[in-house]
Nanobody, 119 residues
Framework: QVQLVESGGGLVQPGGSLRLSCAASGNIFSINAMEWYRQAPGKQRELVATITSGGSTNYADSVKGRFTISRDNAKNTVYLQMNSLKPEDTAVYCC?????????????WGQGTQVTVSS
């Protein structure tokens, strides 16, 4: 069974920084793309950032230049470094990964971690 577990959320003042982590565990053959999503109250889920197995990245316009996605393939972990945080970044952040196991390939999701940006 595969699990994705996020950590690193919390309360931060505007202009501050947080680093989210998402670790995948289980009987994993390989991990393709890994992504971070967020959902604020009353809003649709938004794709924040994507990183492929080769390290190519893509970002939502709202976070370009402020957020950085990275991954450690040896640890099956994806990170999201968030700088210059704004109140509008407040949301539950979830990671997703396309993972291949002996049962095949599908997307897995973490449980989410709350990020609150407020003074």
């Amino acid at each position: 069974q595969v699990q994705l577990v996020e950590s690193g959320g919390g309360l931060v003042q505007p202009g501050g920084s947080l680093r989210l982590s998402c670790a995948a565990s289980g009987n994993i053959f390989s991990i393709n793309a890994m992504e971070w999503y967020r959902q604020a109250p009353g809003k649709q889920r938004e794709l924040v950032a994507t990183i492929t197995s080769g390290g190519s990245t893509n970002y939502a316009d709202s976070v370009k230049g402020r957020f950085t996605i990275s991954r450690d393939n040896a640890k099956n972990t994806v990170y999201l470094q968030m700088n210059s945080l704004k109140p509008e970044d407040t949301a539950v952040y979830c990671c997703s990964a396309r993972i291949t196991t002996m049962l095949g390939t599908r997307d897995y999701w973490g449980q989410g971690t709350q990020v609150t940006v407020s003074s």
